[in-house]
């Protein structure tokens, strides 16, 4: 039974009011040295962080992402000065670095990333760090079964977002009581008012809704705000909204409350505003409030591999869909800390392979692709698991801005897409993802792999939990003859010369089902007396550049690639970018062209121009 709420004596609570003028003051003062930022969006908080930096949350000062401390995600990005005022308080960083706020030589970025040791991810594209913070709540409740709590900061005008409430309803279902999600309710967005503006009533009763014991505070009422997190703390099952009415720029004059003050330094207000919030600091030396501590929690070894190798006989067919379940089976006998998440498509992606190999180790996440990939990146963060994520590879598009944040805040995720292309028959366009391999290039972390048989594809699962950064592994639904020994080794970045004879006449890359389109080719091309070499590049980020330059070479400069995806963005332009500074090399492609349709698999890649018949043709106009 956890004891009855006390209440901080006056000397406690005058210090933490002093800490929140403070923080207000740091705000004002760094983004006015920036001479750009957002301190009307910091000043509405400053009490919520006082409270939570200096009398609720346990951390280490020393070892900011000690695995044992309580998480704080600043949702609302656009925030982070006050979050660097924050640790400059506790004693982290210099006060005096505050003032180099966006500078380019400074760690201190216009909103967080974790360049800087106290953030655990990026955040600025608003509605995504509740996801991020509701991974780290289930990681400490049900995977390190520790008692570290994770709170989050969330700006109203963020909560329009649906990714909020997808997490919302997440966390409440799976009873996430040491998750604590904070409502800044300032009245106002950046362009005009927020939709509810302050009818914090709705908010609670949105907030009871998903689930969530919701707690309505004046934001600004320090110890106020310290009862609502003392209240949250003995609620059991379910997770805590704290839905605090607050007014933007508060304490500034001619400011607080006041449209058209978004993302602004203060200007010649800034003065008028520190002189009016120094004035209310009691105590302008130090504070002496030492944060609470946090309980010690050991690092987690993180080494993986397949406890066995690949077991398939040549020529069995396989899908890659399949040989992904094996594969992540075969990591988690390896290490416990193997997880897999999916959005209700486990059945179809085989991750329910995994599952009912590890139930405790799966989190199903329900057909809420955002948050998905959102808690997945939380899970990863300190270390904590080795995560893998799935889905239809189209769906995956849905939440291209959560892993586009994931790059940016260093995350070891690792994506798996299922369904690719027009060979998934008859389900038809919805289904067919035509652009994830353009998507996971264009991210700047991402290694892209995509295995053309059972064997490549177990062996791309344990390269991608091994490799840092993120990973996306493009996996077919057709089965698929094994064309790889057991013993075959594979590398990021190294293609495979699957045909090659002393006379060939054209490279052709293929992936996937269309590496097998290439062999049917092949095979047809030398009855005709015509020979061609054969890659699979295995990864096409990075692409093996050297193999294609040695086998376009040996070919007389002739390449072909053929691809169950769109031109833009897929194996083509990677191969076409590789080869770009060889002399006499022609590229030609072979891709989905226009919106697909029904049908059977073998159809459809006849009628998209990517089937053997077509393969063979085009090398047949290649040759001179």
């Not at 005058?14 to 923080?23: E, F, S």
């Not at 080795?386 to 590879?393: D, G, M, N, T």
Request: glycine share 8%; hydrophobic share 40%; with cysteine.
């Amino acid at each position: 039974m956890a004891d009855p709420y006390h209440r901080p004596d006056n000397k406690k609570l005058q210090a933490l009011k002093d800490i929140a003028n403070k923080l207000r003051i740091h705000s004002i003062s760094s983004t006015s040295a920036a001479g750009s930022g957002h301190p009307t969006s910091c000043c509405s908080a400053a009490e919520i962080m006082s409270v939570l930096f200096f009398n609720t949350m346990r951390y280490s000062i020393s070892k900011p992402r000690d695995p044992g401390s309580d998480r704080f995600i600043m949702s609302k990005g656009h925030a982070a000065p006050i979050l660097y005022a924050a640790w400059a308080e506790a004693g982290l960083i210099e006060v005096e670095d505050l003032k180099n706020l966006r500078k380019i030589d400074s760690l201190l970025e216009g909103h967080p990333t974790p360049r800087l040791s106290f953030v655990d991810v990026a955040t600025g594209s608003l509605g995504q760090g509740l996801s991020v913070a509701a991974g780290m709540a289930y990681t400490g409740k049900y995977f390190d079964k520790a008692d570290y709590r994770t709170y989050c900061l969330i700006g109203d005008g963020e909560s329009a977002e649906g990714s909020i409430w997808e997490a919302c309803a997440f966390a409440s279902y799976y009873k996430l009581d040491n998750l604590v999600a904070i409502f800044d309710v300032n009245r106002l967005g950046q362009s005009e008012p927020a939709s509810l503006q302050h009818q914090t009533e709705i908010y609670q009763k949105r907030a009871e809704a998903f689930g969530m014991h919701a707690i309505v505070v004046d934001g600004h009422d320090v110890e106020a705000v310290n009862r609502a997190f003392y209240e949250a703390s003995t609620v059991k099952g379910k997770p805590t909204a704290i839905v605090a009415k607050t007014f933007k720029g508060k304490g500034c004059p001619d400011v607080e409350d006041l449209e058209n003050w978004h993302g602004k330094a203060l200007g010649d207000k800034a003065e008028i505003a520190l002189e009016a919030i120094s004035k209310l600091i009691t105590n302008k030396g130090p504070h002496g409030i030492t944060p609470p501590s946090s309980a010690p929690l050991a690092d987690n070894d993180l080494t993986v591999s397949l406890n066995e190798p690949p077991n398939y006989e040549l020529g069995v067919k396989v899908a890659t869909r399949v040989a992904y379940g094996t594969a992540l089976v075969k990591l988690g006998k390896t290490n416990s800390h193997v997880i897999a998440l999916d959005g209700d498509t486990k059945n179809s992606t085989y991750a329910i392979t995994y599952k009912k190999a590890f139930t405790d180790r799966f989190v199903e996440c329900f057909i809420a692709e955002q948050n998905l990939v959102g808690v997945g990146i939380g899970c990863a963060c300190r270390d904590r698991n080795i995560v893998f994520v799935s889905a239809f590879a189209c769906f995956l598009a849905r939440a291209y801005d959560q892993i586009r944040m994931g790059a940016i805040s260093q995350t070891n995720v690792n994506f798996v897409g299922s369904h690719c292309g027009v060979s998934i028959g008859e389900d038809g366009p919805s289904q067919m993802a035509l652009e994830d391999l353009a998507i996971f290039r264009a991210i700047p972390t991402c290694t892209v792999f995509y295995p053309s048989d059972a064997v490549s594809c177990e062996r791309a699962i344990e390269l991608a939990a091994q490799t840092k950064g993120i990973t996306f592994t493009r996996t077919s639904r057709p089965a698929t003859a094994v064309i790889y020994k057991p013993d075959e080794v594979f590398a990021v970045g190294k293609a495979k010369v699957v045909r090659q004879s002393a006379d060939d006449k054209v490279v052709v890359v293929g992936a996937g089902v269309t590496l097998h389109e290439a062999l049917t080719a092949a095979d047809k091309l030398k009855a005709e007396g015509i020979n061609i070499t054969v890659v699979d590049p295995f990864t096409i980020k990075p692409i093996d550049a050297e193999t294609l330059a040695s086998c376009a070479k040996a070919a007389g400069g002739r390449v072909l690639t053929v691809e169950d995806h769109y031109g833009e963005g897929g194996i083509g332009e990677a191969v076409s970018a590789a080869l770009s500074n060889q002399s006499g090399v022609i590229v030609r492609r072979l891709n989905v062209v226009g919106v697909p349709r029904s049908g059977p698999s073998a159809v459809l890649l006849e009628k998209f121009g990517i089937s053997a018949n077509c393969i063979a043709k085009a090398v047949k106009e290649m040759l001179p």
